[in-house]
């Protein structure tokens, strides 16, 4: 099995920033999509932000501008940087990955970190 595990959350001021961490480990042959969601109490969980093995990357319209995905392959790591935060990008971000191990294709979640935005 593979095992996504979250860092970074914590409380932030209006306009600070964050770096989210997600590590993966376990027996992996192949990584390829990774992502980050989203979901705040009594809301649905949304992407945030994806990126493929090739580099490409898709943002939400909320998360544009703002926040930066990115990945290193060799520590099968996926990051995202949280720039000019807002408090309704307060919610529990969780990890998300396309990844084969020697079994097959898994598509496992982290547990989440929570992020609050608050003054």
């Known amino acids: 099995q593979v095992q996504l595990v979250e860092s970074g959350g914590g409380l932030v001021q209006p306009g600070g920033s964050l770096r989210l961490s997600c590590v993966a480990s376990?027996?992996?042959?192949?990584?390829?999509?990774m992502a980050w969601y989203r979901q705040a109490p009594g809301k649905q969980r949304e992407l945030v932000a994806e990126?493929?093995?090739?580099?490409?990357?898709r943002y939400s319209d909320s998360a544009k501008g703002r926040f930066t995905i990115s990945r290193d392959n060799a520590k099968y790591t996926t990051d995202l940087q949280m720039n000019g935060l807002k408090p309704e990008d307060t919610a529990v971000y969780y990890c998300?990955?396309?990844?084969?191990?020697?079994?097959?294709?898994?598509?496992?979640w982290g547990q989440g970190t929570q992020v609050t935005v608050s003054s």
């Open positions: 998300h990955a396309k990844v084969y191990d020697s079994t097959g294709l898994l598509l496992p």
């Open positions: 376990g027996n992996i042959f192949a990584m390829n999509d």
């Open positions: 990126i493929r093995a090739t580099g490409e990357t």
